[in-house]
């Protein structure tokens, strides 16, 4: 134990800056109708965070100053924000792409019924967690019940054009592995997943996107609880590939979180990490104009969840 954590400390993370800024990422608050034992944001129903209307115009005016054309939301559950509507239809008005990354069971909660057909209408693309296409291993990572009405949601966003070859509405599933494990290779799962889905539940889909679980929050928790958090960490060390440096998402994304600070990335706002060379946060507010470009990007230990194996992101592999 005292070996992997002397190697963890003195392993540094390569250094990064900035390309231009391309993409911004909106955590809409941390509500949500799940408590996903993998989930890096300690979202859950209790969670009370959420960005205000003054907030998201504060993005939507960042967006346009610095011309980035895609919003990618996430959360908890960003469809539960009581302005998610909004920020679409805004969105939509600027010319701006929407992601939502969904959860698929709030599709079939009450109330949620029709947003399928609004996310639709909007053509926001879909990125929905399915983490393995087997029902015990859902509803064990997610809670019970889960799966059946992950399935249902799926079934209802094809309904309305979702991953159908004649639209142009991308459906994109995401998998998680069960614990301290790298994802398989995302290309060989995702057939196996289009296989399953299709000839078991009629279920179409465009991409799958393999994402590592990072050690930090409700999943690094576990990690620690159950004594395996440095073995695993030295697992994404180990597994470090220089060949995905050039893709992590970092390089043109900024994180924003609910109250409008501004982090290199998702997992950095979990760790309220600062932007590089500065000494406390930065507010959005103070960014329009700034397109970060050149800048450094902080890297910590955690980094090597996303450069581990074929690499990890909000978009799937990066190699």
Known sequence: MHET????????????????????????????????????????????????KETIDQVLELAKQTGVKTLDLTGGAPEMNPHFKYLVKQASQFNIAVIDRCNLVILEEDGYEKLAGFLAEHHVTVVASLPCYLEENVDKQRGNGTFQKSLSALKRLNKVGYGQKETDLKLDLVFNPQGPNLPPAQNALEQSYKTHLQQGYGIVFNQLYTIANMPIKRFGSTLISKGGFDEYMQLLVDSYNPDTLEHV???????????????????????????????????????????????????????YGCTAGQGSSCGGALS
Not at 20 to 44: K, P, R, T
Not at 252 to 264: A, F, P, R
């Open 5 to 52: 954590r002397q190697y963890l400390e003195n392993s540094t993370f390569p250094s990064l800056s900035r390309k231009s800024l391309e993409v911004i990422q909106l955590n809409l608050g941390y509500l949500c109708n799940l408590s996903c034992l993998h989930c890096h944001v300690n979202a859950g129903p209790k969670r009370t965070e959420l960005m205000s």
């Open 249 to 303: 998402m970092c390089l043109n994304t900024i994180s924003v979180d609910w109250q409008g600070y501004v982090y290199d990335c998702d997992f950095n706002q979990m760790l309220d990490l600062p932007l590089a060379e500065q000494s406390e946060k930065v507010h959005l507010t103070d960014l329009i104009m700034n397109h970060l470009s050149g800048e450094n990007i902080t890297t910590r230990q955690h980094c």
